[in-house]
C-alpha cells in the first residue's frame, strides 16, 4: 500500500513542482508580455504626440500666413498681434519636437531644417511688416523674385513637414503592429495567472477604496482650502475698496490747500505784481507752477488707483530730458541748499505716463539728495545708452528680440551693501532708521511697479560709503 501511495505522491510532487513552474513562467512571460505592451503603448502615444505637434505647428504656420495677409490688406493691428503669438507658438512647438525626437537623428535633422525655413520666412515678414509700417503699404517692396521665394519658401516648409509625418507614420505603424502582436500574444498566457485574478481582484478593490478615501479627504481639505481663499480675496477686495476711498479721501483734502494756494497766487499776481521787487514775481509764478503741477500729480494718482493701472488715454510718448529738468527745478531749493550738482545726458523719449515717470525719477533724485554724505557736495549724474544684449538676457522679463534704453541714475552718496540691491525695492523696506532720514519706505517700491509696468526692469549697485547706481532699462518706442 505504501508503494502504491508513493507514486501518488511523487506524482503530486511532480504536479505541484510543474504547476509552480508553470505559474511562475505564466508570470515572467505576462510580465515580459505587459512591460512590451506598455513599452509599445508608450512608442504609439510618443508618435501620436509627436503628430500631434505636427500638425498644431503646420495649422500655426498656416495662421501666421492669415494674419500677415490681413495684417498687409488691413493694416488692421490685431492681425499683427495674431502674427505676432502665432510666432511664439511656433517656436514653442519646435522646441517641444525637437525634445520629443532628441533620439531620432534624422527627425532632428528634420526639425533643424524647418526652423531655419520658419524663421527665414518670418525674417521676411517681419521686413515687410517694418517696410508697411514706414511707407503705408508694401509696393516697391514686394517684387516677382520676392513673391516666388515666398512660394518656393512655403513649399518647402511643407515638404519638411511632411518628410516629418512621414517618419512618425511608418514609426506609428510598425510600433502599433509590434503592439498588436503582443496584445493577441497575451491571452495565451491569460490562464497561467488566472489563479491571481481574485488575490488582485481584492487587492485592487482594496486599493481603490483607500484611494477613494484619501480623494475624500484631499477633496475635503481643497473645498476648505477654497473656501479660505475666497474669504482671504474678499478681504483683500474690501481692503482694496478702503484703500481706495482713503486716496479719494486723502486727495481730495489735498486738492482744496491747493486750490487755495493757487487762488492766493493768482490774486498776488494780478493786485501786487507791480509791487514785487527783485525775483518776486519769479518766485509767485514757480508757486503757482508747482501747485498745478501738485494738483496735475494728485488727480493723476487717484485716477491710478481707482483703475488700478494707467488707462490707454494717458500713455503717450514721454521726452525725459523736460520731465527730469522740470523735477530739477522743483528740487531747485534743496539742490542749492546741498550744494548739488545734477548733470543730464541724452535722454531718450519713452511710451507711457509722464506722471508715472516723474515719480520715479523724482524719487531717485530725492534719494540721492536725501542720502548725499556730509560735508560732501552731492553729484548727480543721469545719461542713458543702448543696453546690450548680455544684460538684456539676464532678465527673464526681458524681450530679447527688442530693443531697450537703459538709463543710469548715479550719485556719490554713502550707499549700501550689495547684499541689500535688492531688499531696498521691497515696500516699507529701510535702511536706516526713520531718524536719520525721513522716508516712508515705498519710494523704491513704486517705482519698480511703474517700470516693470512699462515693459522694463530697474535694479542698483552700491557698495558702502561709494555712492549708489540705478539702473532703469526701458524699451525703444517702435517706429
Request: hydrophobic share 35%; glycine share 6%.
Amino acid at each position: 500500500m505504501k508503494n502504491e501511495q508513493n507514486p501518488s505522491i511523487r506524482q503530486v510532487k511532480i504536479y505541484s513542482i510543474v504547476t509552480l513552474v508553470l505559474i511562475i513562467i505564466g508570470s515572467a512571460v505576462s510580465y515580459w508580455t505587459a512591460d512590451r505592451i506598455e513599452y509599445y503603448t508608450t512608442g504609439v502615444m510618443h508618435t501620436s504626440d509627436v503628430l500631434q505637434r505636427t500638425g498644431e505647428l503646420y495649422s500655426s504656420i498656416l495662421e501666421r500666413e492669415t494674419n500677415i495677409r490681413g495684417y498687409v490688406l488691413t493694416g488692421n493691428p490685431e492681425f499683427l498681434s495674431h502674427y505676432n503669438q502665432s510666432n511664439v507658438d511656433a517656436e514653442r512647438l519646435l522646441t517641444q519636437l525637437q525634445a520629443l525626437t532628441m533620439n531620432n537623428g534624422q527627425q532632428q535633422n528634420n526639425i533643424e531644417e524647418l526652423r531655419g525655413l520658419i524663421n527665414s520666412r518670418v525674417r521676411t515678414f517681419d521686413a515687410s511688416i517694418a517696410y508697411m509700417e514706414t511707407n503705408g503699404n508694401l509696393e516697391g517692396f514686394i517684387d516677382p523674385n520676392k513673391v516666388n521665394n515666398a512660394l518656393i519658401g512655403y513649399k518647402m516648409i511643407k515638404e519638411v513637414v511632411l518628410r516629418i509625418n512621414d517618419v512618425e507614420n511608418k514609426l506609428f505603424q510598425k510600433t502599433n503592429q509590434s503592439l498588436f502582436n503582443n496584445i493577441n500574444a497575451l491571452p495565451f498566457i491569460v490562464g497561467l495567472i488566472s489563479v491571481f485574478s481574485i488575490t488582485i481582484g481584492l487587492v485592487t478593490f482594496f486599493s481603490i477604496y483607500q484611494y477613494n478615501k484619501a480623494q475624500l479627504a484631499a477633496h475635503e481639505k481643497i473645498t476648505l482650502f477654497q473656501q479660505k481663499l475666497r474669504d482671504q480675496i474678499k478681504l483683500l477686495d474690501d481692503s482694496n475698496k478702503e484703500l481706495e476711498q482713503f486716496a479719494y479721501v486723502a486727495s481730495h483734502d489735498l486738492q482744496e490747500p491747493l486750490r487755495k494756494i493757487t487762488a492766493f497766487s493768482d490774486l498776488l499776481n494780478e493786485q501786487y505784481k507791480d509791487k514785487l521787487e527783485g525775483d518776486g514775481d519769479l518766485y509767485l509764478n514757480r508757486i503757482t507752477a508747482s501747485a498745478v503741477r501738485m494738483r496735475r500729480l494728485i488727480t493723476d494718482l487717484l485716477e491710478y488707483s481707482r483703475a488700478g493701472k494707467i488707462d490707454n488715454e494717458n500713455i503717450k510718448t514721454v521726452k525725459l530730458s523736460k520731465t527730469i529738468s522740470e523735477i530739477i527745478e522743483d528740487y531747485e531749493i534743496a539742490i542749492q541748499e546741498k550744494s548739488a550738482a545734477i548733470s543730464l545726458g541724452k535722454l531718450p523719449k519713452v511710451k507711457g505716463s509722464e506722471t508715472e515717470f516723474r515719480q520715479v525719477f523724482q524719487n531717485l533724485i530725492s534719494n540721492s539728495l536725501k542720502f548725499s554724505k556730509p560735508n560732501l557736495n552731492p553729484v548727480v549724474t543721469i545719461n542713458s545708452e543702448k543696453a546690450n544684449q548680455e544684460l538684456i538676457h539676464k532678465f527673464p522679463t526681458l524681450d530679447t528680440s527688442k530693443s531697450y534704453h537703459l538709463i543710469k541714475v548715479s550719485d556719490n552718496g554713502i550707499g549700501f551693501n550689495k547684499e541689500h540691491a535688492d531688499r531696498i525695492f521691497s515696500i516699507f523696506q529701510r535702511l536706516h532708521g526713520k531718524k536719520e532720514y525721513e522716508g516712508t519706505g515705498i519710494g523704491l517700491s513704486i517705482a519698480r511697479k511703474i517700470i516693470e509696468k512699462n515693459g522694463g526692469v530697474i535694479f542698483a549697485e552700491s557698495q558702502k560709503d561709494q555712492g549708489s547706481i540705478f539702473n532703469i532699462i526701458l524699451p525703444v518706442i517702435q517706429k
